[in-house]
């Protein structure tokens, strides 16, 4: 049975995790990260969201980024493939308000670095900053929204070991589905009789392929399962420690992670194939000293070793012929256990995974930050200088051995004699090595902080100079960053809050003179929780409003650097003199724009945090509305074409976002060993382009302005054709000859003609509108479970391709072609007619394709025992834990034979796995 102090234990550990979900707490003594620095909690008047380091070990996700999936509300996280290795997922704060680009900015520790590969559990916290006065310190590049990444550091206690294994399996969590041999040709048959040609495959072929007894002349070769394995295995180990006394403290990580892809029957020694490897060491080194009374120093080492290998081709190129060879179209191998292929088809996926030899990355990071702080308190108490400096480096080379390979193709002569036809050549390894990738930032700061409090006043300031270059390999001209910035915050009677920040900086990007900018920004905080009215509402443990109003910029406008700088390049000459001696010409390029400038970014921002019921409830809402200017565009509608230059890229362009974030939380008490807590997220962004020069239309509808970025045009599907006398008495549809069963569509302007002026607004972005999350866990005794779920809707995807369009570029055919149109099946049909030549009337980007995007994903679930405290000290062992978890276990969406964040390629992966925590 659970002791006393072992149920302590649990319920604290359950706490924790519902105070990482739900952010909100009567705690006043929290601090968290801000633009930086950190700030007492009831003092934050920015909208800002935060998930514990904690919360993300439960996702046993390899990348981190992949365990952010609805964790935080705003942040829109949005899955790519699951190759090893290349699995880092998008991510938007507040949706997106540039049609340019919306990518956001990551800190660790302060300095601007990526944070996929980092361990889960060097992790403290991630934490998304969202309105003005939460990023205007970042000024010119805060406009996306940022991400800071806090590690953990030490404490002053007696030393802590912690160590974690974990080790599983993963499994696609979904495959595209294709017809066999069988259904193959006959379809195929289908289609050729449809365009009035005679049969590929007689009765014979469709017997044998039913039969399956003619491997060679007659195969029915599924390529996912020659080419990949059911599972794959995946294991993690981490060990941390941690400690200090009151001069020193300290945190020590080392992680490996191993992560195996899903290519069958490879080299295990790497030599002639290789399967899909990522191996990564994540080392990371956190040392405070306190020098002096007054002088106190930090010094972060992080390093990190990643391995990679693959097959000699790329995974898309094999995922691309998985999907592409038709089942019949040749055998795995010949009887001479060569590879099969034609002069069509000669890309044998089997041979491209084991044929083509092996590619090899070796990438190295190091990043090293030391800080200096020192109180001032001659000077007057609570006044402090600090500096830094960061180093963080990166570089990967690559070391390939790579080959091709020959396939043949079986025939028989007129004799009945098998031949081998060949098509390409079986070559010997060729090694390639060197740089593939390499850059380096160099990171100088200097603050200067004052925190003080006299009587029921308190004043946080802070006056911050960054300086910040970072230089690619192959880039003569580094990319820098240069200003100031910083921030004061009042309160008065902790329960009224004013803050004022800004950032001065520039970018290198624009022209001399005009370079730098002043983006400011205000927000108030009322904490009516310490109104005598409100406190005697008992019920009412904290309740805070806040309102901010700002602007912030974005210099990643995209296009060309530069541009305030005229290019040419070479192009066409003339011959001169009798010789017609050849004289090469210029090109001017597309005109300079002098007075360009970088995105602004109005935002305003209200928002409430609350807890009720002593601290049971928590509720975090807030509502934004932004407006983004001075977006890149080129004036095409405006200037005839004939005037014969390329046009500027000029800040004309526009867009308006708007939302909302709500999330809800509740602790329930402890009766009987028993507890549990839900915690439910949800957030809401729209965008609509309110300008971005476009040319005129014809017709409104044609317009993207108005629209929303990336809002889907096509044609809008009404049935399909029912006989001659239907085609002859519709609009005349331009794209192909159009027979019955072929896609009918709808004239949407009266011209009796459908072509691209007929093409309008269709579902909506592939970007969902909205993202939701609900995070529920339960505690017995020493059991404890916790599943979070995620869903996202308004959001469309839509289909093309192998995946859903039979014989396109001499493709297979996927199930939904048995529901093609045929004259007995007219008034049931859901796809049209066949053919195999591409139908460019029925293949095309329309509604017809066209998906609902939404799912509601378990994207995980763990359920673990930790042993009691009271058996534990009898070992001297303060925690051992044992659990299972499971990543992306179920979808429940409207795209049943293919995964609807990843419709192709690599697929996404779900993973299972069991592990251990000991903590000494």
């Not at 409104?700 to 399909?720: D, M, V």
């Not at 309008?760 to 529920?776: C, D, N, Q, R, S």
């Amino acid at each position: 049975m659970l002791t006393a102090t072992g149920t302590l234990i649990a319920v604290a550990a359950l706490a924790q995790s519902v105070a990482d979900s739900a952010s909100v707490t009567a705690d006043t003594t929290l601090q968290v990260p801000v633009a930086y620095g950190e700030q007492a909690w009831w003092k934050v008047t920015g909208a800002y969201g935060r998930v514990n380091g904690n919360v993300l070990r439960k996702s046993a996700a390899a990348t981190l980024s992949n365990g952010l999936y609805g964790r935080i509300p705003g942040l829109t996280v949005m899955q790519g493939g699951g190759e090893p290795g290349y699995d880092a997922p998008s991510m938007t704060i507040r949706g997106v308000s540039s049609y340019r680009g919306s990518g956001l900015l990551t800190f660790v520790d302060g300095f601007e670095s990526p944070f996929d590969q980092l361990a889960a559990d060097e992790i403290e916290s991630i934490t998304v900053l969202k309105d003005a006065t939460a990023t205007a310190m970042y000024g010119i590049r805060g406009a996306n929204g940022v991400l800071l990444v806090t590690t953990k550091r030490g404490f002053n206690g007696k030393p802590k070991i912690s160590f974690r294994a974990q080790t599983g399996f993963q499994r696609p969590q979904r495959l595209p589905d294709f017809l066999g041999s069988y259904d193959y040709a006959t379809l195929y048959n289908e289609a050729l009789r449809n365009e009035s040609k005679t049969d590929r495959y007689s009765q014979a072929d469709l017997d044998a392929y039913k039969s399956g007894n003619d491997k060679y002349f007659h195969p029915d070769v599924n390529w996912y399962d020659e080419v990949l394995k059911k599972s794959a295995p995946m294991s993690e180990y981490n060990l941390n420690l941690t400690g200090g006394n009151n001069n020193a403290t300290y945190f020590v990580s080392l992680n490996v992670l191993k992560n195996t892809g899903l290519y069958k029957n490879t080299d295990k020694k790497r030599e002639e194939s290789s399967n899909a490897n990522f191996l990564r060491y994540n080392f990371r080194s956190n040392v405070d000293i306190k020098v002096t009374r007054r002088l106190s120093t930090s010094l972060d080492l992080a390093g990190r070793v990643e391995d990679r290998s693959y097959p000699g081709v790329g995974a898309p190129e094999i995922w691309s012929n998985m999907m592409l060879i038709p089942p019949n179209a040749f055998p795995v191998r010949n009887p001479d256990n060569s590879y099969g292929g034609t002069s069509v088809y000669r890309g044998n996926p089997v041979g491209l995974v084991l044929g083509r030899g092996v590619a090899t990355t070796h990438a190295r990071s190091l990043q090293a930050t030391m800080r200096l702080s020192y109180a001032l308190d001659q000077i007057t108490p609570g006044l402090k200088a600090g500096a830094a400096v960061s180093f963080n480096n990166w570089f990967q080379g690559n070391d390939d051995k790579t080959k091709q390979f020959a396939v043949f193709q079986l025939l028989k002569n007129p004799a009945g004699d098998t031949i081998y036809n060949k098509f390409g050549d079986n070559t010997t390894i060729v090694e390639n090595d060197g740089v593939n990738d390499q850059w380096r930032r160099t990171n100088t700061q200097f603050n200067l902080t004052y925190n003080r409090t006299f009587g029921e006043h308190s004043i946080d300031a802070l006056m911050l100079y960054q300086q910040d270059v970072y230089t690619i390999s192959g880039n003569n001209v580094p990319y820098a960053h240069q200003g100031t910035a910083g921030r004061i915050t009042y309160a008065y009677k902790r329960k009224y809050i004013g803050d004022f920040s800004f950032g001065y900086n520039g970018s290198e990007n624009f022209p001399k003179g005009k370079r730098f900018g002043f983006f400011p920004a205000i927000s108030a905080g009322w904490i009516l929780s310490e109104e005598h009215f409100l406190q005697q509402a008992e019920w009412i443990s904290f309740l805070k409003l806040r309102a901010s109003y700002g602007q912030v910029g974005n210099d990643q406008v995209g296009g060309r650097r530069f541009p305030y700088n005229q290019y040419y390049s070479s192009g066409g000459g003339y011959y001169f003199g009798k010789d017609n001696r050849y004289a090469g010409g210029m090109d001017e390029g597309s005109l300079a724009n002098p007075d360009i400038t970088w995105e602004k970014n109005r935002r305003a921002n209200i928002g409430i945090d609350a807890s009720l019921l002593h601290n049971r409830i928590s509720v975090m809402l807030d509502l934004f509305d932004e407006k983004r200017t001075d977006i890149l565009a080129e004036r095409y509608g405006a200037v005839p074409g004939y005037i014969g230059v390329g046009l500027p890229a000029e800040n004309v362009g526009s867009v308006r976002n708007r939302g909302f974030e709500l999330q809800l939380g509740y602790q329930s008490e402890v009766k009987h060993s028993f507890s549990y807590f839900a915690t439910a997220s949800a957030a809401f962004a729209r965008n609509k382009i309110l300008y971005m020069a476009e040319a005129q239309q014809p017709y409104a509808y044609l317009n993207r302005t108005g629209q929303s970025i990336g809002q889907p045009f096509g044609l809008q599907a009404i049935g399909f054709f029912k006989d001659e006398a239907d085609v002859s008495n519709s609009p005349q549809q331009i794209f192909a000859p159009v027979k019955p069963g072929d896609i009918k569509y709808k004239d949407q302007n009266g011209d009796h003609i459908i072509d691209i002026y007929d093409e309008v607004a269709i579902g909506k972005p592939v970007l969902p509108e909205w993202t939701f999350g609900l995070h529920l866990g339960v505690q017995y005794k020493g059991f404890d479970l916790d599943a979070f779920f995620q869903g996202v809707t308004n959001r469309s995807v839509m289909l093309s391709g192998p995946l859903v369009w039979a014989f396109v570029n001499d493709a297979k055919a996927a199930p939904i072609a048995m529901g093609r149109w045929t004259p007995e099946t007219a008034a049931t049909a859901t796809y049209p007619r066949l053919t195999t030549a591409a139908n460019d009337n029925n293949y095309r980007s329309t509604d017809f394709w066209q998906r609902d995007g939404s799912f509601v994903k378990l994207r995980n679930i763990e359920l673990g025992y930790t042993f009691p405290a009271s058996l534990l000290s009898r070992i001297r062992m303060q925690q051992l834990r044992l659990y299972v978890n499971a990543t992306n276990v179920f979808s429940l969406d409207h795209i049943h034979f293919a995964d609807p964040e990843t419709l192709s390629g690599y697929p996404a992966m779900r993973s299972m796995n069991a592990g251990v925590r000991v903590q000494l």
